[in-house]
């Protein structure tokens, strides 16, 4: 396995991802941001947070096996969420749980969460971008 995910002593243990991922491998992998579209670009879950979240890791799934990889491989995941606040994570967390069910996955490499004004359309209320590496 190309990547080895890390929580190391000294900085806190988040449960929903790891704090340091460690890759190896030679072919890299790059995830557009994915938002809430389904196949024929209908926004899925329109003003439904976890709804959303679920969808974005669904697509982040399908782009990586596309490419030969799986969220075995992710390195880095980065959600953007529109007016992001903290009462959110719930919502968050269950979209990223119900997506993971799913694909029969546990997507816990390093992960960035930030806040923003707006995406692309106005329905969209959070988009996912992933990195991946494999051998």
Do not use: H, M, N, Y
């Given at each position: 396995m190309p990547i080895t995910l890390l929580n190391p002593a000294g900085l806190p243990?988040?449960?929903a991802y790891r704090q340091v991922a460690v890759a190896t491998g030679s072919k890299l992998v790059f995830v557009a941001?994915?938002?809430?579209w389904d196949?024929?670009?209908?926004?899925v879950g329109a003003g439904?947070?976890?709804?959303?979240?679920?969808r974005c890791y669904l697509n982040?799934?399908?782009a990586l096996a596309e490419a030969g990889a799986s969220f075995a491989n992710v390195v880095k995941l980065t959600a953007y969420v529109v007016d992001w606040t903290p009462e959110q994570m719930p919502l968050f967390l269950s979209g990223v749980a119900r997506a993971?069910?799913?694909l029969g996955v546990s997507?816990?490499?390093p992960a960035t969460l930030l806040g923003v004004a707006a995406l692309d359309v106005p329905d969209h209320l959070v988009e996912v971008e992933a990195t991946a590496v494999v051998d």
């Open positions: 243990r988040i449960d941001g994915q938002v809430s196949a024929a670009g209908t926004t439904d947070l976890a709804a959303q979240v679920e982040v799934g399908t993971a069910d799913r997507p816990v490499a």
